[in-house]
């Protein structure tokens, strides 16, 4: 069967983009190396980080979604810790609850519940 495995980001600070991912949202790594980092959460898609240049970091056009148990604990801790949101978490008409802030190379990234 077909299915899609995971996500894979180039990013400027592999060590800051895995305190972003794993020690403030809380995903878990999967798979570490150098220059390399696989994180994921309970369902199994995985997201691999890769160090790249400046120059190679970025796309128009993704974002990234995070599931939480509970997103307005998510949002206070991510503040906590210094993170900017768009805005607080807000009730969205399709039943989701999404709070919009940008990971540390500046890609769009939700977390919803």
Same mark, same amino acid.
């Not at 199994?44 to 990234?64: A, T």
């Given at each position: 069967?077909?299915?899609?495995? !995971?996500?894979?980001?180039?990013?400027?600070?592999?060590?800051?983009?895995? %305190?972003?991912?794993?020690? &403030?949202? #809380?995903?878990?790594?999967?798979? /570490? /190396?150098?220059?390399?980092?696989?994180?994921? #959460?309970?369902?199994?898609? !995985?997201?691999?980080? /890769? =160090?790249?240049?400046?120059? =190679?970091?970025?796309?128009?056009?993704? $974002?990234?979604?995070? *599931?939480?148990?509970?997103? &307005?604990?998510?949002? =206070?801790?991510?503040? /906590?810790?210094?993170? *900017?949101? $768009?805005?607080? +978490?807000?009730?969205? +008409? @399709? #039943?989701? %609850? !999404?709070? @919009?802030?940008?990971? +540390? &190379?500046?890609?769009?990234?939700?977390?919803?519940?």
């Amino acid at each position: 069967m077909t299915r899609l495995s !995971h996500l894979f980001v180039h990013v400027s600070d592999l060590d800051r983009a895995k %305190r972003f991912y794993v020690d &403030d949202l #809380g995903l878990a790594i999967l798979m /570490e /190396e150098t220059g390399y980092l696989r994180v994921g #959460g309970a369902d199994g898609f !995985h997201m691999g980080l /890769e =160090q790249r240049e400046p120059s =190679q970091v970025g796309s128009v056009g993704i $974002e990234i979604v995070i *599931q939480v148990p509970d997103v &307005d604990a998510a949002y =206070q801790k991510l503040v /906590e810790r210094g993170h *900017q949101f $768009e805005a607080p +978490p807000t009730d969205m +008409p @399709w #039943g989701a %609850r !999404h709070a @919009w802030l940008k990971d +540390p &190379d500046g890609y769009p990234l939700s977390i919803y519940s």
